[in-house]
């Protein structure tokens, strides 16, 4: 991605952001430090696409809980009737347009990393825009990258007990949990409510 990543942005790195001149003179630095700030605050997450140590664009997710009526498909809201669900929203997003070409790809690389953290932290589904992506258990298709996914964060969980014997067991019970477990968008079912 001609040498951009995209990086976690914590709490205590927000006042620490380098930001780019072309991000600096379209957009309010301390309204967007602000914004992400309540964001981490209500437990949500932040991305920012950085290349040499500046940040070029980023991604606001909030953490929230919605009744379920709100995004999740039709043929889930029996399961669900009435309850209220923690989400994960994207509530601002804003890049460079140099980047445009290449926000698909980078569209797909934060998607992936919000899913691992919406499986962690219990959120039923990530809406992005018009999309919704919510986790549902497969019964016979399997998600290889969620296997193997699973597998990596147990080994990590090891590595940081310093107890390898450990780290596989986590990795074989996330692998199983995160390998069954789609993330479809809304918009796979005609009859999913669209959000306003």
């Known amino acids: ?10 709490k205590r790195k927000i006042d620490k952001l380098k930001i780019s001149e072309e991000l600096e003179k379209n957009l309010d630095v301390e309204k967007i430090k602000m914004q992400m700030f309540e964001a981490l605050k209500s437990g949500g997450k932040v991305y920012a696409i950085k ?20 995004f999740m498909k039709s043929n889930m809201i029996e399961k669900y009737k009435n309850k209220k669900l923690y989400v994960y929203e994207l509530s601002a997003e804003y890049f460079v347009y140099e980047i445009d070409c290449f926000s698909e790809k980078i569209k797909k690389k934060v998607l992936s990393q919000m899913k691992e ?80």
């Open 51 to 70: 290349k040499n140590k500046k940040i070029y664009g980023y991604y606001i997710f909030k953490k929230e809980r919605k009744e379920a009526e709100e």
């Open 1 to 10: 991605m001609n040498g951009y990543d995209i990086v976690n942005i914590s």
């Open 117 to 196: 953290n919406a499986f962690l932290n219990e959120c039923k589904a990530i809406i992005w825009n018009e999309d919704c992506y919510i986790a549902e258990i497969s019964k016979g298709e399997k998600n290889y990258s969620g296997f193997a996914m699973g597998l990596s964060l147990g080994i990590v969980y090891g590595l940081l007990f310093k107890n390898i014997i450990l780290g596989i067991c986590f990795g074989i019970a996330f692998s199983n949990l995160l390998g069954w477990t789609l993330y479809k968008t809304s918009n796979d079912d005609s009859s999913a409510k669209k959000r306003s």
